[in-house]
């Protein structure tokens, strides 16, 4: 370590001056002016497509493409309410929120509240939103706690895991509907009208264009596949991965980077993810801009060999493996039982 790296503190303080020594905290407006243009011009092209191909068998490839056109847009969202794209607040809410609830049906807000709680208690089992046991168990503890839904589903979660997905789309828009339904919500109004907005529009596109029941197939396919996605992209980050309780003796550093998996994978592996395959950096620098994670990847598992801390990194097949595994193993003691 260099002399200045030896008086700035903690050992996350000393890899944060080797990533911000390498510019990797710099502002990527050109990059995110460009995935913008791209995924928005996309994003019309399909809906162009839909209304012009009318009734037809074909709009059922076009429920595919905008299932990822909609995960596209939500992994903009997520940039964007990481602040990597702007630098002030007020642009920064008002593309999250065209982006996220006219765009695609999901409260911003809600989402990014839940993200933050996530974020900075990553697998804790009583404050981390993401492995609550409301369906799914994460943890031998919440399986023998479990009752109701999440006790009958724990038993078989692991073979259950990517068909319950096809409801994860839904269940993203009900989660929006709730928040605006109940105080606290910041703009709760506008978000409201917005959601409301997207699902006129889509759902008014689908009974205008298309047959009742060319139109039901359509949704079921789009919001299914949509969910699927959404699965796909964030399943492989942390399930599988260490759960913690109470007050873990770790600092920042290791309680981020012990919880979280990084996916390797080239090009293709990081725009189809959106750079979340590098998940330990995402974690340990948030507002880093996602084409800098790549750059961060080998500043940051060096500093852990260092360190002696383990850095896990696996494929994206191997991730899910282990994400199934883990799954299949925290809903034993329910099978034990029966």
């Known amino acids: 370590m260099t002399t200045t790296e030896n008086s700035v503190g903690s050992d996350f303080a000393r890899l944060s001056h080797r990533i911000s020594a390498a510019g990797l905290m710099a502002r990527r407006p050109g990059y995110y002016t460009a995935r913008i243009l791209v995924v928005g011009g996309l994003f019309a092209a399909g809906w162009v497509a839909f209304a012009l191909l009318g009734n037809s068998w074909w709009q059922l490839a076009v429920a595919v493409f905008m299932a990822v056109m909609f995960g596209q847009i939500a992994l903009l969202s997520h940039d964007l309410a990481h602040k990597q794209v702007f630098r002030r607040r007020r642009p920064t809410e008002v ?201 961060a990847q080998p500043i940051v598992r060096a500093y852990c060999a260092e360190l002696g801390l383990p850095y896990l990194e696996t494929g994206l097949v191997e991730s899910y493996r282990q994400a199934l595994t883990h799954l299949h193993e925290a809903g034993a003691p329910l099978r034990n039982r029966s």
């Open 95 to 295: 593309a999250g929120l065209l982006a996220g609830n006219l765009g695609i049906g999901m409260s911003y807000g809600w989402w990014m509240d839940k993200h933050t709680r996530h974020h900075a208690n990553p697998n804790h089992e009583e404050l981390d939103p993401d492995v609550d046991p409301d369906i799914l168990v994460w943890s031998k503890d919440q399986a023998r706690a479990s009752r109701g839904v999440p006790r009958f589903i724990g038993r078989y979660q692991a073979f259950l895991f990517f068909p319950l997905l096809t409801l994860e789309g839904l269940n993203l828009h009900w989660s929006g509907i709730r928040a605006v339904r109940q105080p606290g919500l910041r703009r709760r109004g506008l978000e409201a009208a917005l959601l409301a907005a997207h699902f006129v529009l889509y759902l008014g596109a689908l009974f205008t264009v298309l047959s009742p029941g060319m139109a039901l197939l359509f949704f079921a396919v789009h919001q299914g596949l949509w969910g699927v996605y959404m699965g796909s992209i964030f399943a492989p980050n942390h399930k599988g991965m260490p759960t913690l309780t109470g007050r873990p003796a770790l600092d920042f550093l290791r309680k981020q980077v012990l919880t979280s998996r990084n996916v390797r994978g080239g090009l293709v592996t990081d725009v189809a993810l959106g750079g979340l395959n590098y998940q330990i950096e995402h974690h340990l620098f948030p507002s880093m801009p996602s084409p800098h994670l790549r750059r």
